[in-house]
């Protein structure tokens, strides 16, 4: 079934451990992006794609880097966890091109300790 | 940078109650995408808007675009049960490259 994949569902991470989210889809959209989704903050942007090979930030990009070797694979690094990044992590994607929507992976729910 | 602010962040209706969410952008929106969230589950598109004073029905739901392409609204008409979750509006600033920006969403629940 075409869509989008994120590993883990779930991690609880000790604080300055380093943390690899994983998002793949397999409907070759070009354009991909990470969100953070806290209560009362809605979804926050984090870093995106348009294309492989590039990325942007978002408004919430520090702590987390991004890198897109190829069109389905979109990774999100912690590089040192801290209890500020708990959160419920979407990955979504879409095409880039007129008017589309975007699709969103089921969430990572992320807890620091 | 592009800003998009939803109102209101809550809303309790009892059921057969109407429910508007409204979603206001700092700047000129090429088109406005609507999604729902339910509880314990991700976003799922809706609806895009395109045109200026565009008004799209979907069933009890009714959602415009701003004249001015910078804000937008959803609303329920008599709501029910299944209706329950989170709105978010997003806008994107052009056609084709850009930062989806979400609002903060409208978490509404719905008393039997």
């Known amino acids: 079934i075409a869509g989008i994949t994120q590993a883990p569902t779930s991690q609880i991470l000790a604080a300055g451990r380093r943390m690899t989210l994983r998002c793949t889809q397999d409907?070759?959209?070009?354009?991909m992006y990470w969100y953070r989704q806290d209560l009362g903050l809605g979804l926050r942007l984090i870093h995106y794609?348009?294309?492989?090979?590039?990325?942007g930030k978002g408004e919430v990009p520090d702590g987390y880097s991004v890198s897109r070797a190829n069109t389905d694979d979109f990774p999100l690094t912690l590089a040192s966890a801290v209890p500020s990044q708990t959160s419920v992590y979407f990955c979504?994607?879409?095409?880039?091109?007129?008017?589309?929507?975007?699709?969103f992976g089921q969430g990572t729910r992320l807890t620091v300790v | 940078g592009q800003q998009v602010m939803q109102i209101p962040q809550y809303q309790h209706v009892q059921e057969g109650e109407d429910f508007t969410t409204y979603c206001n952008s700092s700047t000129t929106l090429s088109n406005i995408q609507w999604y729902k969230q339910r509880p314990g589950g991700h976003p799922v598109f809706l609806i895009q808007?395109?045109?200026?004073?565009e008004v799209k029905k979907q069933k009890r739901l009714t959602f415009q675009f701003g004249e001015a392409k910078k804000n937008s609204s959803l609303h329920i008409t008599a709501t029910q049960t299944t209706d329950v979750g989170t709105y978010f509006c997003a806008g994107l600033p052009d056609t084709s490259y850009g930062k989806l920006t979400f609002g903060q969403g409208t978490i509404l629940t719905v008393h039997p």
């Open positions: 979504a994607s879409k095409e880039t091109g007129g008017n589309t929507e975007a699709f």
């Open positions: 794609s348009n294309t492989a090979g590039t990325t």
């Open positions: 409907m070759r959209h070009n354009a």
């Open positions: 808007l395109v045109k200026s004073g």
